[in-house]
């Protein structure tokens, strides 16, 4: 109890680990950041000192931040993010669901991709590696960090409210919400991904699905040709570099 309940508006560790703990989970997705957000909701939930308004705005730039030196490691060093990141079937697959999906959606998957799993890693460090534009990049994860903080935290403290005596239940129901949630749009995204493959497929076999999922193999092709059958790269015209396919 005394670890939730340490973290308050009034104390400076709350501001860094709400910036700090998203920032670095873009390139180390083991680190909780959800987790931590939902906790600083629960930690708050009896507050309303304004400053929790603050507390929201740092995790949303900490996302933001996160994503950005997603987006640049892999504009500046594709080569290595691709070996480190993408590497293996599994990794290749990832990649391939990453660009396809990031060519058919644009900024609507960058807002987004952090809510499925594995999904914010694969798409922000393939915006850097394929030249995604620069501004429209910005402009989504300011808008993803913003939605993602003001989610956690809400979910949090509602958590907080209904279990004021017992801090830690509020957490554990809080975080079981998420993760419910979480596994439903991953739940309806398969759906939708099946119910594409069935209908590609009934039109004759014209070509091979596209798998929808960072995890899943594209019914009709081996896994290491995932993505080849992209007519052409994420380019936008505002980028005056040549874009590159994920390779």
């Known amino acids: 109890m005394s670890a939730l309940t340490s973290l308050q508006v009034s104390s400076?560790?709350?501001?860094l680990i709400a910036i700090l703990i998203p920032a670095l989970d873009a390139v180390i997705p083991v680190l909780p950041s959800e987790t931590v957000i939902i906790a600083l909701g629960v930690a708050t939930a009896g507050s309303t000192d304004p400053r929790i308004a603050l507390l929201v705005a740092c995790a949303a730039l900490g996302a933001f931040l996160g994503d950005n030196l997603s987006y640049l490691l892999g504009r500046r060093f594709?080569?290595?993010v691709e070996?480190?990141?993408f590497r293996g079937e599994k990794g290749a697959r990832r990649r391939a669901w990453a660009e396809r999906s990031l060519e058919r959606f644009g900024m609507q998957l960058i807002v987004v991709c952090r809510f499925f799993p594995g999904g914010r890693t694969a798409v922000t460090l393939c915006c850097g590696i394929v030249g995604y534009s620069r501004r429209r990049f910005v402009a989504?994860?300011?808008a993803s960090g913003l939605i993602w903080a003001s989610y956690s935290f809400s979910i949090g403290r509602l958590g907080g409210k209904a279990f004021q005596d017992a801090p830690w239940a509020?957490?554990?129901v809080a975080f079981g919400v998420t993760v419910a949630l979480s596994?439903?749009?991953?739940?309806i995204r398969r759906v939708i991904s099946g119910r594409r493959r069935t209908a590609t497929?009934?039109?004759?076999h014209a070509g091979p699905a596209e798998a929808d999922d960072p995890g899943e193999r594209p019914s009709g092709g081996a896994s290491g040709e995932a993505g080849t059958n992209d007519s052409s790269p994420v380019?936008?015209?505002?980028?005056?570099?040549?874009?590159?396919?994920c390779r």
């Open 12 to 15: 400076i560790i709350s501001y």
């Open 78 to 80: 594709g080569p290595w």
């Open 235 to 245: 380019h936008h015209a505002s980028d005056n570099s040549p874009a590159r396919t």
């Open 83 to 85: 070996r480190r990141f």
């Open 201 to 204: 497929s009934g039109r004759g």
């Open 140 to 142: 989504a994860t300011a």
């Open 183 to 187: 596994g439903l749009v991953e739940l």
């Open 170 to 172: 509020g957490f554990a």
